[in-house]
């Protein structure tokens, strides 16, 4: 789930929404306001319930956010690299960068999201025994009294031991922790969670044909997205424990044709794209010192009239904003920011900052592939 929009930071994580949130919302607004509310407190002003409904709307999604930030908060601490928070269609999701390095850690990690709902839980359940006991008992009591619900409900199915789900890092954690082999236990989790998927599925259908209504569509969404995800976390285990040891060095593209910033887009066009076979080109300053990179993609962006007035600096993609590693850095490092930069590709440095590589998702499909021949990789460890 890509950011449609950026909110901001908080405690220097970054916090984006997907537009899907939208419908999760107004699902959850106009459920509260033309449905549960006036069900239970008859009588009020429109008004009123549609103030109380967008009131509790606002606070679950900043008890989603919550609960999201301390995984990130969390997950930062132990050296997790975090690519920041997105709010979607099915709650909320903390991008990380990296992995937990041992078993302790994918606990803390995982936990602590629950544990901030379960909270939460509390702190709304005690606000409503204290709104009851100053005789708020009307739409106010109603607001908190749901929050306190809903906030169990989050922190207990995130619970249920099915990856992607909270409750799955939990279990893979526990038997890495017994078995010492984390891809067993990444495996083991993400078919719990096929399995939970599969079940909310068949839970789903079976809601649609003996009641009416959106139910069971609504579990079935969220059994399919569950199962998708458990597919695709157990592939990434896989791939993962293939690439281990294998290091930037093994599988990068080198030597590298270069180009000088000074060219001109059309100068580029004549003299590189059509005489090699290349698409991308790290380019250098005078001193041969990496600069940025430049795709055909860029290229494509300069409209034919103006390539003979633009320069390749002005065009290319500058170096602190392309992904760069050193020829030591172990391949799995490299999967995630690879495969969410724009252009696919790393530059590899060495410890002087002078280039000496570089490595795209091509170079990676590859190594994963000749690991699934059954090719020892080159160990260079020294
Ligand atoms: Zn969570």
Request: proline share 5%.
């Amino acid at each position: 789930m890509k950011e449609t929009l950026r909110l901001g930071h908080i405690a220097g994580v970054r916090v984006g929404v997907n537009w899907t949130v939208l419908v999760i919302f107004t699902l959850i607004f106009v459920g509260l306001a033309a449905g549960q509310f006036p069900m239970t407190y008859e009588g009020r002003p429109t008004w009123a319930y549609a103030v109380a409904g967008g009131i509790a709307a606002v606070l679950f999604f900043l008890s989603l956010l919550a609960h999201e930030l301390a995984h990130a908060i969390v997950a930062r601490r132990n050296g997790i690299e975090v690519e920041g928070i997105v709010l979607w269609l099915f709650g909320g999701v903390a991008k990380l960068l990296g992995e937990a390095e041992d078993p302790a850690t994918d606990l803390r990690v995982a936990g602590v999201g629950p544990l901030v709902s379960l909270v939460l839980a509390a702190g709304f359940g005690a606000l409503a025994l204290a709104f009851s006991g100053l005789g708020l008992t009307g739409l106010p009591l109603a607001v908190v009294g749901w929050l306190a619900v809903i906030n169990a409900v989050l922190a207990v199915f995130n619970l249920v031991p099915a990856a992607p789900l909270d409750g799955g890092r939990v279990l893979r954690a526990l038997i890495w922790r017994r078995t010492g082999d984390r891809t067993r236990a990444a495996v083991a989790a993400s078919r719990a969670g096929r399995t939970f998927g599969i079940l909310l599925v068949a839970l789903g259908l079976a809601e649609i044909i003996l009641v009416p209504g959106f139910g069971g569509l609504w579990f079935m969404l969220i059994g399919w997205f569950i199962m998708a995800a458990a597919g695709a976390e157990e592939q990434h285990a896989q791939v993962t424990s293939r690439l281990g040891g294998v290091l930037v060095r093994d599988v990068m593209s080198h030597p590298v044709v270069t180009v000088p910033e000074h060219l001109s887009v059309a100068e580029l066009v004549e003299q590189y794209v059509w005489a090699s076979r290349h698409s991308s080109f790290p380019v250098v300053d005078g001193d041969g010192a990496p600069r940025g990179l430049i795709t055909l993609g860029h290229i494509r962006e300069v409209p034919a009239e103006q390539r003979h007035t633009t320069s390749v600096r002005a065009t290319a993609r500058p170096l602190d904003e392309v992904v760069t590693v050193t020829p030591a850095t172990p391949l799995t490092e490299v999967l995630a920011p690879l495969s969410s930069s724009g252009e696919r590709r790393a530059l590899v440095l060495d410890e002087h900052d002078r280039l000496v590589g570089l490595v795209s998702t091509t170079d990676l499909t590859r190594a994963i592939e000749l690991s699934e021949l059954g090719r020892p990789h080159e160990r260079t460890h020294l």
